[in-house]
């Protein structure tokens, strides 16, 4: 998990082709720097100010999302500024009630989850996606989910099945892998019914 910002990847991120930046001076404040670090990380795809365009009930001709994710149609919007007024936070509101009122899916990021990002972000997305009807994309995220969570499992599995193969002569000694590549594959079972009900 990402502990701390590097500059270096600010410079990085306003130089990425597909930014969607339309200002070239943009710098992406210290939150969104780490949202994006944490996105690489992920590797989920992302454009960096996103201009949201066409939008009815709105006073303004376009928003920008900080961060438009094109796997899966979904906006991500950190919302720094939330704690420091309420003006800041009324304009959060307005922006919020512009994208729900014209069905934009977009996750929201508060400054306080930035310590539970992982938590905030997985359930945040995947909620997003099932309030949206996305249910390609939600399969798709959940695959990604099991496939980040059972690694060590799939490593488990491969050595079980070796060891079948040398201990197939013995009757016995055959039953301690077997068992432990059913067990390894329960538990890969069992996680991706818990990523089910997320």
Excluded at 84 to 105: A, G, L
Excluded at 169 to 177: C, G, K
């Amino acid at each position: 998990m990402i502990s701390y910002i590097d500059t270096k990847s600010i410079k990085k991120i306003n130089a990425k082709k597909d930014s969607g930046v339309i200002n070239s001076n943009y710098t992406p404040s210290e939150g969104e720097a780490f949202l994006a670090e944490f996105l690489e990380f992920e590797n989920i795809r992302y454009i960096q100010e996103k201009p949201v365009v066409g939008l009815f009930n709105d006073s303004k001709q376009y928003r920008k999302a900080d961060f438009y994710l094109p796997n899966y149609g979904v906006y991500m919007e950190f919302l720094g500024r939330w704690n420091n007024t309420s003006k800041d936070r009324d304009n959060y509101r307005e922006k919020k009630k512009v994208f729900r009122e014209n069905k934009i899916p977009c996750v929201y990021i508060y400054p306080e989850n930035l310590g539970i990002i992982e938590f905030s972000f997985e359930r945040r997305l995947i909620n997003v996606l099932r309030d949206h009807r996305k249910n390609k994309e939600l399969l798709r995220y959940r695959l990604i989910l099991l496939k980040k969570r059972s690694n060590d499992y799939l490593g488990h599995i491969f050595l079980g099945l070796i060891l079948i193969v040398l201990f197939s002569e013995s009757q016995w000694l055959v039953l301690i892998p077997l068992i432990w590549v059913a067990y390894t594959v329960y538990k890969i079972y069992r996680e991706w019914k818990r990523i089910k009900k997320m």
